[in-house]
């Protein structure tokens, strides 16, 4: 997994390389005389930090909390913050943070108060500041173990910044989550805005009154793809998306409103986003909807700068490695500082400026933990092709989870290349003739759903989140529908049939788990309904579904997805076509409904697979069971151990029959990734996703990958082995041709020696599903540091339920009202 993260950080740095750190020549000196005579502007030096990423920069990595991401990696930072006065070049030292880091200045609307996150020597954490253009009067605002930053001014006299304070990790990532908070001027009242399970980021306020934002999201879709402009008010509600949901490698970072215009300009930082936000300065247009590609237009050749803003409806400050540039909307430029050590950083005008419409708070309810959706009509929207009035009955509403840590660039024991992060189920809600739903639901939570048909299968998932502040009405026209205006701002039509009514409430699931385990919950399942056939002696349709280790999952979870009886979001781009992703494109679940081989499956076992599979077909159904990076290297092992037998013997005695193909080995492993994607694309008709995971009933990996070949439980029992293997000899000769003769043969007996060496690394220390597994010390240090563990936990010895200790932990993240305590300390 840790290759996808390295590919993305080479094509970033490549991108990075092929631009100079020195700024152009002035090409135009009308540039400057644009400015104000006094024109002062104020901006921030600072170490680089290390990490690829865009949003690495706060915090520790989540295996090693003493390994800093923060600017200068741990090292004493050089940072300042500086007042520049253009025309004499005259430079001032507002405030030297003496060892300590400074990030994100904001001026205020006085031109003299200057907001920004500063963490002091010796310590790890930002928290905002204030401090006067003169270096007079700083101040405190925000205080605890939590970084604060990227704030600015709202109108309402308040502040809005990103925090850690939501007490989650990145799914993908060894770095922790901020999203948006806000509180007054004197760092009282903090609240939090965002439902989001990763990163929102550099906020800023429209003329309108909403905030605009980048917002990170992959619900069961690529988790490198999509980072578009969103908003929402100042109070949280009305979160809507403003540009690019639907494009995918860019991330659209630093966006700033263009005064005299309905316009924004912004970092659109290339792939899954460059280190400090680097990328080509980008006027968007909102007037041709949230999804029209020509409506950003980028300015200039660059493709390095970061921090953009306008001084006026051409006129463009942004910085650019050592410089600070201005910019006219053709892409000419001049250098106005260029700094002889450190990159410079968030260059802002020192001027007074008007505030922006104040949007009062509506709406809310402070007493209440809930809030209502209104859908006006589930089948208008896109990609909706033969959905019919009448198909869709009901939505399952789902809730994606956020993490307490995480240790993987990849799903590792979440899911086989499918979501990165645990799904809950909610329940159902009914959707009536004319398509209208209206119900009820809880605040606070990230929420998603799927469109039910009469039989309760998927006709369409959600592949992005919603959520609603306490006691919000929100209301959305369709079904993916082209969202050309804040959803809420049109009240539904009073003719709705669901409105005719009150909302409904979700209908729960009680007999079942709302968050699902695969071995605890799926495998006794397939136990009693699948495993008399397919199993290792017999091996009904060339498939083993037995309980069993192999070299990451078990054997049987493996078998459902490689031979395509299970289908996911993959990891693959949004909007999916109507009943190609969940319960109706999964062909395990007709042969449940329909019987199979003369098999009955209970109301309940069928019941349990189809929400298991809705709710993103887990393996560990416990952030407990993600491995970090030392047990990874671990149980590595035992994949080094099988995969020697196998490749060994295979070279010596199957290749002459399975042979390599150009695209793929025997494995199922890529040779040559850009012609594999090529004609997989064709074949499917559609873009692919960069690491989507596609696999055809009959490719090779369907029958050869290394979880179908070896059982670390019962390494007697492996594929491998037994198929090959004589009848005479106690095995199954496959199309009557035995490789070994007997269980003698030195090959054999050196690839079960291999295996068994693969299971000695289970044995002496149990993986997660098998007894005496113990969580990893670095998901007990989180449990610890958010309070749901007692500091004095011993994880080798006390006792501990990775399920309840994970719900304890979401729990602690609703409303206070359902939880009984104040979510903000």
């Given at each position: 997994m840790f290759t996808f993260k390295a590919r993305l950080v080479f094509q970033v740095l490549l991108l990075m390389a092929c631009r100079t750190a020195a700024a152009e020549p002035a090409l135009e000196t009308s540039l400057l005389d644009a400015l104000p005579k006094e024109f002062s502007l104020v901006f921030c030096t600072r170490l680089p930090y290390d990490d690829g990423h865009w949003y690495a920069n706060i915090g520790y990595y989540s295996t090693n909390e003493n390994a800093k991401a923060y600017c200068g990696n741990g090292k004493p930072d050089k940072s300042v913050l500086y007042r520049y006065q253009v025309a004499s070049k005259e430079k001032r030292v507002i405030f030297d943070a003496q060892g300590g880091g400074i990030r994100d200045p904001a001026v205020h609307y006085d031109g003299k108060t200057i907001l920004f996150s500063y963490r002091p020597a010796g310590t790890d954490y930002y928290n905002l500041y204030t401090i006067q253009a003169d270096g007079s009067n700083l101040r405190q605002i925000t205080s605890g173990p939590w970084d604060d930053y990227e704030a600015c001014w709202l109108p309402d006299g308040g502040i809005v910044f990103v925090s850690t304070r939501c007490k989650r990790w990145v799914g993908c990532w060894f770095t922790q989550v901020g999203i948006l908070h806000r509180c007054n001027a004197d760092g009282s009242g903090i609240q939090q805005l965002s439902a989001n399970i990763e990163h929102d980021n550099t906020p800023c306020v429209l003329p309108d009154g909403r905030i605009l934002f980048m917002r990170w999201e992959y619900v069961d879709r690529s988790q490198v793809e999509y980072h578009a402009l969103?908003?929402?008010?100042?109070?949280?509600?009305?979160?809507?998306?403003?540009?690019?949901?639907?494009?995918?490698?860019?991330?659209?970072?630093?966006?700033?409103?263009?005064?005299?215009?309905?316009?924004?300009?912004?970092?659109?930082s290339p792939g899954h986003g460059a280190n400090e936000h680097r990328g080509p300065p980008t006027i968007v247009s909102p007037l041709r909807g949230p999804d029209c590609k020509e409506a950003a237009i980028r300015i200039g050749q660059r493709n390095d700068i970061h921090d953009p803003y306008p001084l006026s409806k051409d006129l463009f400050l942004?910085?650019?490695?050592?410089?600070?540039?201005?910019?006219?909307?053709?892409?000419?430029?001049?250098?106005?500082?260029?700094?002889?050590?450190?990159?410079?950083?968030?260059?802002?005008?020192?001027?007074?400026?008007?505030?922006?419409?104040?949007?009062?708070?509506r709406f809310l309810n402070p007493s209440s933990t809930d809030g209502q959706f209104i859908l006006q009509n589930v089948y208008v929207g896109r990609n909706m092709k033969e959905v019919h009035p009448g198909d869709i009955r009901k939505l399952l509403v789902l809730e994606v989870l956020p993490k307490p840590a995480n240790f993987s660039g990849g799903m590792d024991q979440t899911t086989h290349l499918g979501t990165f992060n645990l799904e809950r189920v909610l329940g159902t809600v009914p959707v009536e003739a004319d398509g209208s739903a209206s119900f009820i639901a809880p605040a606070g939570r990230p929420l998603f759903f799927v469109a039910l048909d009469k039989d309760d299968l998927s006709v369409k998932r959600m592949q992005s989140f919603c959520n609603l502040m306490p006691g919000e009405t929100y209301t959305c026209v369709g079904c993916h529908e082209e969202r050309n205006s804040a959803a809420d701002a049109k009240p539904a039509p009073p003719t709705l049939l669901a409105l005719k009514r009150p909302p409904s409430r979700i209908q729960t699931f009680d007999e079942f788990p709302d968050v699902?385990?695969?071995?605890?919950?799926?495998?006794?399942?397939?136990?009693?309904?699948?495993?008399?056939?397919?199993?290792?002696?017999?091996?009904?349709?060339?498939?083993?579904?037995?309980?069993?280790?192999?070299?990451?999952?078990?054997?049987?979870?493996?078998?459902?997805?490689?031979?395509?009886?299970?289908?996911?979001?993959?990891?693959?781009?949004?909007?999916?076509?109507?009943r190609t992703v969940g319960s109706s494109a999964s062909p395990l679940l007709t042969y449940m409904r329909n019987g199979h081989k003369d098999t009955k499956v209970s109301r309940k076992d069928w019941?349990?697979?189809?929400?298991?599979?809705?709710?993103?077909?887990?393996?560990?159904g416990s952030c407990a069971g993600i491995r970090n990076v030392e047990e990874q290297n671990y149980y590595g092992a035992a994949w080094g151990h099988a995969a020697h037998g196998v490749i060994t013997v295979a070279n010596k005695r199957c290749v002459s029959c399975h042979k390599n193909e150009k695209e793929r080995n025997i494995n199922g492993i890529p040779f040559n990734e850009e012609i594999r994607r090529e004609k997989e694309s064709k074949r499917w008709g559609r873009p692919l996703a960069a690491y989507e995971r596609l696999t055809t009933t009959n490719a090779p990996a369907s029958f050869f990958d290394m979880s179908q070949l070896v059982d670390l439980t019962h390494p007697e029992r492996s594929a491998f082995l037994r198929v090959p293997l004589a009848k005479a000899g106690g095995g199954l000769e496959h199309h009557g041709h035995a490789?070994?003769?007997?269980?003698?043969?030195?090959?054999?007996?050196?690839?079960?020696?291999?295996?068994?060496?693969?299971?000695?690394?289970?044995?002496?220390?149990?993986?997660?599903?098998?007894?005496?597994?113990?969580?990893?010390?670095?998901?007990?240090?989180?449990?610890?540091r958010f309070g749901i563990l007692p500091g004095a936990f011993d994880g080798a010895k006390d006792t501990f339920d990775p399920f309840k200790t994970d719900q304890n932990y979401w729990r602690s993240l609703w409303p206070s009202l359902e939880r009984g305590i104040d979510p903000l300390k």
């Amino acid at each position: 997994m840790f290759t996808f993260k390295a590919r993305l950080v080479f094509q970033v740095l490549l991108l990075m390389a092929c631009r100079t750190a020195a700024a152009e020549p002035a090409l135009e000196t009308s540039l400057l005389d644009a400015l104000p005579k006094e024109f002062s502007l104020v901006f921030c030096t600072r170490l680089p930090y290390d990490d690829g990423h865009w949003y690495a920069n706060i915090g520790y990595y989540s295996t090693n909390e003493n390994a800093k991401a923060y600017c200068g990696n741990g090292k004493p930072d050089k940072s300042v913050l500086y007042r520049y006065q253009v025309a004499s070049k005259e430079k001032r030292v507002i405030f030297d943070a003496q060892g300590g880091g400074i990030r994100d200045p904001a001026v205020h609307y006085d031109g003299k108060t200057i907001l920004f996150s500063y963490r002091p020597a010796g310590t790890d954490y930002y928290n905002l500041y204030t401090i006067q253009a003169d270096g007079s009067n700083l101040r405190q605002i925000t205080s605890g173990p939590w970084d604060d930053y990227e704030a600015c001014w709202l109108p309402d006299g308040g502040i809005v910044f990103v925090s850690t304070r939501c007490k989650r990790w990145v799914g993908c990532w060894f770095t922790q989550v901020g999203i948006l908070h806000r509180c007054n001027a004197d760092g009282s009242g903090i609240q939090q805005l965002s439902a989001n399970i990763e990163h929102d980021n550099t906020p800023c306020v429209l003329p309108d009154g909403r905030i605009l934002f980048m917002r990170w999201e992959y619900v069961d879709r690529s988790q490198v793809e999509y980072h578009a402009l969103w908003t929402m008010n100042p109070d949280g509600t009305a979160v809507n998306v403003y540009y690019g949901n639907m494009h995918s490698w860019i991330a659209m970072l630093d966006p700033q409103a263009i005064p005299d215009t309905q316009e924004v300009i912004a970092s659109f930082s290339p792939g899954h986003g460059a280190n400090e936000h680097r990328g080509p300065p980008t006027i968007v247009s909102p007037l041709r909807g949230p999804d029209c590609k020509e409506a950003a237009i980028r300015i200039g050749q660059r493709n390095d700068i970061h921090d953009p803003y306008p001084l006026s409806k051409d006129l463009f400050l942004m910085a650019c490695w050592k410089s600070v540039l201005l910019m006219d909307r053709n892409g000419k430029e001049v250098a106005l500082y260029t700094d002889p050590d450190l990159n410079v950083h968030e260059p802002r005008p020192l001027l007074p400026r008007p505030r922006e419409k104040h949007i009062p708070s509506r709406f809310l309810n402070p007493s209440s933990t809930d809030g209502q959706f209104i859908l006006q009509n589930v089948y208008v929207g896109r990609n909706m092709k033969e959905v019919h009035p009448g198909d869709i009955r009901k939505l399952l509403v789902l809730e994606v989870l956020p993490k307490p840590a995480n240790f993987s660039g990849g799903m590792d024991q979440t899911t086989h290349l499918g979501t990165f992060n645990l799904e809950r189920v909610l329940g159902t809600v009914p959707v009536e003739a004319d398509g209208s739903a209206s119900f009820i639901a809880p605040a606070g939570r990230p929420l998603f759903f799927v469109a039910l048909d009469k039989d309760d299968l998927s006709v369409k998932r959600m592949q992005s989140f919603c959520n609603l502040m306490p006691g919000e009405t929100y209301t959305c026209v369709g079904c993916h529908e082209e969202r050309n205006s804040a959803a809420d701002a049109k009240p539904a039509p009073p003719t709705l049939l669901a409105l005719k009514r009150p909302p409904s409430r979700i209908q729960t699931f009680d007999e079942f788990p709302d968050v699902f385990d695969y071995q605890r919950d799926i495998q006794p399942v397939l136990d009693r309904n699948c495993v008399a056939c397919h199993n290792a002696e017999k091996r009904a349709g060339r498939m083993d579904l037995s309980a069993g280790l192999s070299v990451r999952f078990s054997k049987s979870y493996m078998a459902l997805f490689l031979r395509r009886l299970v289908v996911d979001g993959a990891n693959g781009l949004g909007n999916r076509p109507p009943r190609t992703v969940g319960s109706s494109a999964s062909p395990l679940l007709t042969y449940m409904r329909n019987g199979h081989k003369d098999t009955k499956v209970s109301r309940k076992d069928w019941w349990t697979v189809w929400l298991w599979i809705e709710s993103g077909a887990l393996y560990a159904g416990s952030c407990a069971g993600i491995r970090n990076v030392e047990e990874q290297n671990y149980y590595g092992a035992a994949w080094g151990h099988a995969a020697h037998g196998v490749i060994t013997v295979a070279n010596k005695r199957c290749v002459s029959c399975h042979k390599n193909e150009k695209e793929r080995n025997i494995n199922g492993i890529p040779f040559n990734e850009e012609i594999r994607r090529e004609k997989e694309s064709k074949r499917w008709g559609r873009p692919l996703a960069a690491y989507e995971r596609l696999t055809t009933t009959n490719a090779p990996a369907s029958f050869f990958d290394m979880s179908q070949l070896v059982d670390l439980t019962h390494p007697e029992r492996s594929a491998f082995l037994r198929v090959p293997l004589a009848k005479a000899g106690g095995g199954l000769e496959h199309h009557g041709h035995a490789i070994f003769k007997d269980t003698n043969d030195p090959d054999y007996q050196f690839a079960l020696a291999c295996f068994q060496r693969g299971q000695k690394v289970y044995a002496d220390r149990p993986a997660w599903g098998m007894q005496g597994w113990r969580p990893n010390k670095d998901y007990i240090r989180e449990m610890k540091r958010f309070g749901i563990l007692p500091g004095a936990f011993d994880g080798a010895k006390d006792t501990f339920d990775p399920f309840k200790t994970d719900q304890n932990y979401w729990r602690s993240l609703w409303p206070s009202l359902e939880r009984g305590i104040d979510p903000l300390k």
